[in-house]
T-cell receptor
C-alpha cells in the first residue's frame, strides 16, 4: 500500500546530540513537509520541499536542517542548536496539483533527556 | 500571513448528538482552500473534509458537513450522529494555492470527547 513511513516512532537523545528523523513516501508526490506539534500550539511548519535538491524554510526552521536527495525521501535533522527539541514531528507529502490534500505519516516523538 | 483561529480548546458531546466546531481565519486572498483534519489518539492525521473557496456550496462527507461563510471568514465543522470513534483532536487548516508546495496553516485544535 502507498503511504508515508516515519522512523523511528520514539527517540530519546541527550542534550547536545544531533538526531535525524526519517521520512519516506511511495506516493510519487512532489512536495514534502515537516511539521512540529506541541500541546496547545497546533502544527507549525519547519521545512518544505517542492522538488529534489530544493527546500525552503518554514516558520520555525532554526535549529533544524533537511535534505532532499531523492523524491521519496525527506529526512529532518534536529541539531543541538534547537533549544527546545522535545516534540512530536509529523512528515507529510502532497501531490502536484492543488487543492491536493496533505498526506501524513504516523509521526515521531522526540524526547531530549 | 494567514492565521487560523480555533477558539474552543475542548468540547464534549454525547453519542448520537450533533456538535459544531468553530474555525475562523484571516486572509486577504480570494482563492484558497480550507480543510478539517482529525487526529485520533493514534496521532495519525486524517483528512475529514475540504472546501474550495470559490465554491458556494458547503462540502459534505457523510456525517460531516461544513458551514462556510466566506465574507465572515468562518469555516465551522458539524458532526452529526456523533460516534465514539469521533473522539479526537480536530484541526482547521488554510491553504493558499501556490503550486506544488502550497503550505497548510493550522489552527491550535479542538479536542472533542464523545461520551456515552
Amino acid at each position: 500500500d502507498g503511504g508515508i513511513t516515519q522512523s523511528p516512532k520514539y527517540l530519546f537523545r541527550k542534550e547536545g546530540q544531533n538526531v535525524t528523523l526519517s521520512c519516506e513516501q511511495n506516493l510519487n508526490h512532489d512536495a514534502m513537509y515537516w511539521y512540529r506539534q506541541d500541546p496547545g500550539q497546533g502544527l507549525r511548519l519547519i521545512y518544505y520541499s517542492q522538488i529534489v535538491n530544493d527546500f525552503q524554510k518554514g516558520d520555525i526552521a532554526e535549529g533544524y536542517s533537511v535534505s532532499r536527495e531523492k523524491k521519496e525521501s525527506f529526512p529532518l535533522t534536529v541539531t543541538s542548536a534547537q533549544k527546545n527539541p522535545t516534540a512530536f514531528y509529523l512528515c507529510a507529502s502532497k501531490p502536484y496539483r492543488d487543492p491536493g490534500e496533505l498526506f501524513f505519516g504516523e509521526g515521531s516523538r522526540l524526547t531530549v533527556l | 500571513a494567514q492565521t487560523v483561529t480555533q477558539s474552543q480548546p475542548e468540547m464534549s458531546v454525547q453519542e448520537a448528538e450533533t456538535v459544531t466546531l468553530s474555525c475562523t481565519y484571516d486572509t486577504s486572498e480570494s482563492n484558497y482552500y480550507l480543510f478539517w483534519y482529525k487526529q485520533p489518539p493514534s496521532r495519525q492525521m486524517i483528512l475529514v473534509i475540504r472546501q474550495e473557496a470559490y465554491k458556494q456550496q458547503n462540502a459534505t462527507e457523510n456525517r460531516f458537513s461544513v458551514n462556510f461563510q466566506k465574507a465572515a471568514k468562518s469555516f465551522s465543522l458539524k458532526i452529526s450522529d456523533s460516534q465514539l470513534g469521533d473522539t479526537a483532536m480536530y484541526f482547521c487548516a488554510f491553504m493558499k494555492p501556490t503550486g506544488t508546495a502550497s503550505k497548510l496553516t493550522f489552527g491550535t485544535g479542538t479536542r472533542l470527547q464523545v461520551t456515552l
